[in-house]
């Protein structure tokens, strides 16, 4: 995928011209497009008729869209916020407490799904309830309070790191590193 990128994507004026973001996961891509819906018509037919063997689907909006598991939403003030996002199909199928699984693993699963939580729901007046959907789907899958009360559930104290603290490092793919 990074090769076809390379060599088709980054090339293409449409791209060029339109493409304000750009950012992939293995073969998922959200792009937001600054342009009429025609060009990004004109681009995915581009898309899926520029390389055999790779297919594409596109779902686009103009107030919101799914990417993994997170909802982007466009605020009236032109601001995008994040959201958890859960599939109609979705289930909980969080490892059950009783499973034969070290207990020290049980127990670090519920923390990093709660700072998981933190990281992606950006508006702040929606997390305490985000957090709370989490606890319970602990509690349907047998994890005991002290668990849950000890790992993070209130972990929106803490501050989140802004983009302004971080330092991108981007290398090309070489197999020796």
């Known amino acids: 995928m990074a090769d076809y990128e390379e060599k088709a994507i980054y090339t293409n004026d449409l791209f060029r011209t339109h493409a304000v973001t750009w950012k992939r996961y293995i073969d998922d891509i959200f792009c937001i497009w600054n342009g009429p819906l025609n060009t990004l018509e004109a681009f995915f037919l581009f898309l899926k008729t520029s390389w055999p063997g790779l297919d594409f689907t596109m779902t686009y909006s103009l107030e919101q869209v799914n990417f993994l598991d997170t909802l982007v939403l466009k605020t009236d003030g032109g601001k995008l916020v994040t959201d958890l996002c859960t599939k109609p199909t979705a289930r909980n199928s969080l490892l059950h407490y009783q499973s034969f699984h070290p207990t020290r693993m049980k127990d670090s699963i519920p923390k990093c799904q709660f700072k ?3 990281r992606i ?11 709370e959907e989490m606890r319970s789907k602990f509690v349907e899958r047998g994890y005991p309070p002290h668990v849950l009360d ?3 559930l209130d972990d929106s104290s803490h501050s989140k790191t802004s983009a302004k603290d971080l330092i991108p490092s981007v290398h090309n793919y070489h197999p020796l590193t």
Request: proline share 6%; charged share 20%; aromatic share 0%.
């Open 150 to 152: 000890t790992s993070g």
């Open 116 to 118: 998981r939580v933190n």
């Open 121 to 131: 729901v950006s508006k702040q007046d929606l997390l305490p309830q985000c957090l």
